[in-house]
């Protein structure tokens, strides 16, 4: 299998090459030649073996300069006893007839980011044998919340690494920003950013592309690659799950051979439920891709008009992990509804850059509805729903897998569709202990509660503002405890539910990062960090 940029310039890859590299130099991202296909034969034998087993089988097409004893030993060592807390790893929960939350929280940093970042540390270095590169490499990251700890925890003193993550200074929960501040590793730095996660992400996207710093960091011995999503080593482990879901129902008898489910997603850098369009066009029966927004809707938008427009207020939410404006990967999905036409990608790229939006033609977006939809959840619905779930089925969810819960069941009363649907379920609630908490028992419960939800001017014009969503807005997404433990311990008190091993671990931790730069100074900041 080979790889190319969705741009259209550049040599094709191998596997390994492609995950080394992590973004092709032209700015694109690299994608397969072609999509491997299963059959109903291969659900079928998937369904005999363990996730790590699964895994492996649907990596393999991806990944075919790997053998299936490094893929199988890379699986088997991520998805262990020692690093996820239940022995299905990613299990299902039923909730009601035909409604089922797929948990891929019970990894080592309790978020759904692990169920691919425990697996890609291992095909990173693998490939880097593989390509025969002798010089260190530095993994940069952006993150909205979740996977900087999971690629901190996942790269932390693996040899021949370093890593760095970027994150928003306002735009993390206290619990997410303490795991990633107190993380312990030799070769790790995390650094805050003046902005939101756009930021981040864009200044990281600039340094992957700028020559002259490639150039000067090759001359100290290293090369940059990514971890987030943008990065196929990242993207490829998490179709697996999907398949996994559908085993399990199929064992479960909640469904027949070949009938076709629905997936809700919450959706913010595209990269989840890109994974799960993958998973049905290699032939997992999918019925519809629900694409998932909070107040953030700029993918919701999309999928209902086919415009994809950042000119929009920014907010900041309960469910940071969503708060995003650019979707990097919904270049890989543009690529494919382009009938893999570089050249128009790079113009509606070129586009989005310089105006901050792009308009794809009715044959594309036709196209693009056929497997997908949208919907959105305002804050003051994410928090109904929390307290209903809870209510109604003794179960508790965070804030994002409120908002696709919600999506999920206005997606249903607006089509009638009844199918076997799964809501993917990508954080434990514990991580986001006010917002849950407050959705529960009242803001009164939760003692100096953050400020409204957050609206930035996104039209350049450099103006700021506290408002609330017109929706309805809730308490925002920040703890304004200083550690998050005495709410967390409280959330635990009120649901009888225990705190996940990971975030008690937190109890005691003092951050060892502090630094913060403007977006201008993040090249500067990975130069200090590996000279």
């Not at 370093?162 to 993380?183: A, C, H, N, W």
């Not at 893999?340 to 033609?361: C, F, H, N, Q």
């Not at 975030?503 to 005691?508: E, R």
Request: glycine share 10%; proline share 5%.
């Amino acid at each position: 299998m080979l790889y190319q940029s969705t741009r259209g310039s550049g040599k094709r890859l191998t596997a390994a090459e492609a995950i080394t590299q992590g973004l092709a130099e032209d700015g694109g991202l690299f994608v397969p030649e072609s999509i491997p296909k299963v059959t109903e034969k291969t659900i079928n034998d998937l369904c005999a073996m363990p996730y790590s087993g699964r895994a492996a089988h649907i990596m393999g097409p991806f990944l075919d300069d790997f053998s299936s004893e490094e893929l199988s030993r890379c699986t088997f060592d991520a998805y262990s006893d020692e690093n996820f807390d239940h022995p299905a790893i990613a299990p299902l929960h039923k909730l009601e007839n035909n409604t089922y939350f797929l948990e891929l929280w019970h990894g080592p940093t309790c978020a759904f980011k692990d169920m691919a970042l425990q697996v890609m540390p291992r095909l990173l270095t693998a490939s880097l044998l593989k390509t025969g590169d002798r010089r260190r490499v530095c993994v940069l990251v952006a993150t909205s919340g979740d996977t900087g700890k999971a690629a901190l925890e996942g790269f932390r003193d693996v040899p021949g690494t370093s890593i760095m993550v970027f994150y928003p200074r306002d735009g993390v929960s206290e619990v997410q920003k303490l795991q990633m501040t107190s993380q312990s590793g030799e070769n790790v730095n995390v650094v805050a950013v003046e902005g939101n996660f756009d930021d981040a992400q864009t200044g990281v996207k600039a340094i992957f592309t700028n020559e002259s710093l490639r150039r000067e960091l090759n001359e100290l011995g290293y090369f940059l690659s990514s971890a987030n999503s943008i990065n196929w080593g990242r993207l490829a482990p998490q179709i697996a799950y999907y398949f996994s879901a559908y085993c399990d129902l199929l064992g479960a008898g909640e469904i027949q051979p070949g009938e076709k489910i629905n997936f809700c997603v919450p959706t913010g850098n595209f990269g989840n439920i890109l994974a799960a369009y993958y998973a049905a066009e290699m032939g997992l029966p999918v019925k519809k891709l629900i694409c998932a927004s909070n107040s953030n809707d700029v993918l919701t938008q999309f999928m209902n008009t086919g415009v994809y427009d950042r000119n929009r207020p920014f907010y900041t939410t309960s469910s940071p992990s969503m708060d995003i404006l650019i979707s990097s990967n919904l270049e890989r999905l543009l690529f494919n509804l382009a009938g893999k036409d570089g050249d128009t990608v790079k113009e509606l790229m070129t586009a989005l850059s310089s105006e901050g939006r792009y308009e794809i033609p009715d044959k594309a977006r036709i196209e693009a509805i056929r497997v997908f939809t949208g919907g959105r959840c305002s804050e003051e619905n994410t928090m109904n729903t929390i307290a209903d779930v809870f209510s109604r089925y003794d179960y508790l969810i965070d804030t994002h897998t409120a908002v696709a819960y919600r999506v999920l069941s206005d997606y249903r009363d607006f089509t009638g569709d009844n199918a076997p649907s799964v809501v993917v379920s990508t954080a434990s609630p514990f991580k986001f202990s006010e917002s849950v908490l407050s959705a529960l028992e009242g803001m009164g419960a939760v003692s100096g509660a953050g400020p409204a939800v957050t609206q930035t001017d996104t039209s350049g014009l450099g103006l700021t503002g506290t408002q609330t969503d017109t929706s309805g807005a809730g308490p925002a997404g920040m703890q304004t405890d200083t550690s998050g433990h005495g709410l967390t311990d409280t959330l635990s008190e009120v649901t009888g539910i225990a705190i996940p091993g990971p975030i008690l671990a937190l109890k005691g931790k003092k951050p060892r990062f502090t630094d913060e730069v403007a977006p201008a100074g993040m090249k500067d900041a990975v130069l200090r960090f590996l000279k």
